[in-house]
């Protein structure tokens, strides 16, 4: 009986899953249509952004030369009536107003464009998801549709699944805070300050004090260039784009730089055997590795040295992160992961490695230090992509 009922449940699910599968090839056609619209429009205003800066080039050589034929007419009064005068500032005054006008077409059009090219990133995904999710509907239908004797083992590893989906939502989430909370406490105040200085100047230009404007001006180009500093670094932490222009080396050789500025942990950054490089995805977990190795070296080890040690070889990479902190029993720290505590840093590691097909290993002893060696195997055909 109690396989009787499975079996009905799984016909049912079934049947759920082939509808859903075709509401997914939907989805899939719908969002590639979409696609198509947007790549077009894509098209015709990269163009017309083509087409604008022309412009704006020739206008900015146009409004030159008006202003230099203003300066002439106004400094030599002896030649030049005071008609000739208005003339070449009217003249100038009209050049300077198409000028301004082109550029801010030419701001809305980029602006357009960057909007556009983000949907079309955004629309890639969920093609990419839709067909993702389509095959992995298909093979559970395979797995459903044979042997009944395989439903536990099915079932087991879908639970599993489940519990590395919802590790994975939720250290997403606990990303998006911490996101959050360094556009809070970093832009979003410094934008708010410049705000409130360019009110103070604007009444300042009133009151014709511009000695105190110009300090002001000045202060202000400060907090600007800090709050476009602390965007950046805000970028770098969620991607960093030397990962795709100069590989993961130099990437990591610059963070653990900035990091040891930063912090006043001296790093000792070291790399055995030939870099090459990996995979795209591959290059981004190995960063984001060493990133989260480093930041639980910050936070809990208390430790005044650190070594980052990168070991390429034919069939694997291997990345060892160390400190002389104050270290801790591991047997306290797998029993804790066990029962689900915290930790999420050492958890996260591990996981992003045994996603990858690898394994990490913990070594530690109180006031001894902490080693995490975390072992990569890289196969022929990732090394052909």
């Excluded at 997914?24 to 696609?35: G, L, N, P």
């Excluded at 030649?79 to 050049?95: L, N």
């Excluded at 093979?139 to 519990?163: C, H, M």
């Excluded at 591991?330 to 996981?351: P, Y």
């Amino acid at each position: 009986m109690q396989f009787d009922a499975i079996d009905k449940v799984i016909k049912n699910a079934i049947g759920v899953m082939e509808s859903s599968k075709y509401q997914m090839f939907e989805i899939c056609e719908s969002a590639r249509s979409e696609w198509e619209a947007l790549n077009k429009e894509l098209h015709q205003v990269m163009d017309e952004v083509s087409r604008t800066i022309d412009q704006v080039d020739k206008l900015e050589v146009e409004y030159k030369r008006s202003r230099i034929r203003l300066t002439e007419v106004s400094r030599d009064f002896h030649r030049f009536k005071e008609e000739d005068i208005r003339v070449a500032y009217e003249a100038a005054t009209q050049m300077q107003l198409q000028l301004i006008m082109a550029r801010e077409k030419e701001h809305h059009l980029r602006a357009r464009r960057d909007e556009l090219q983000k949907r079309i990133r955004n629309v890639d995904k969920t093609v990419e998801r839709a067909e993702a999710l389509v095959g992995q509907m298909n093979v559970v239908l395979k797995y459903l549709s044979g042997d009944l004797n395989q439903v536990t083992r099915i079932l087991e590893s879908a639970k599993n699944r489940q519990l590395i989906g919802l590790k994975i939502i939720l250290a997403q989430e606990e990303e998006r805070k911490r996101i959050a909370r360094e556009i809070h406490d970093g832009p979003a105040q410094a934008m708010a300050n410049m705000v409130l200085r360019s009110e103070i100047a604007e009444r300042m230009l009133d009151r014709q004090e511009y000695a105190t404007v110009k300090e002001e001006l000045s202060d202000l180009k400060g907090a600007v260039r800090f709050g476009l500093e602390e965007v950046r670094k805000i970028i770098f932490n969620l991607r960093p784009m030397a990962l795709d222009d100069l590989g993961l080396m130099p990437t990591l050789r610059k963070y653990v730089q900035d990091f040891e500025d930063r912090t006043r942990i001296h790093i000792r950054f070291e790399v055995i055997g030939v870099e090459t490089r990996l995979p795209s995805a591959m290059e981004v977990a190995v960063f984001r590795l060493v990133q989260e190795g480093l930041a639980n070296v910050l936070k809990h080890s208390k430790a005044s040295h650190a070594g980052i040690e990168i070991t390429y070889q034919r069939q694997m990479v291997k990345v060892v992160v160390k400190d002389n902190g104050v270290g801790f029993s591991v047997d306290k720290l797998e029993a804790m992961i066990a029962r689900g505590n915290s930790h999420f840093g050492i958890m996260g590691m591990r996981e992003r490695v045994e996603l990858l097909g690898g394994r990490m290993d913990i070594e530690s002893e109180p006031n001894a230090g902490a080693k995490l060696t975390m072992i990569i195997p890289i196969s022929l055909e990732q090394r052909e992509e």
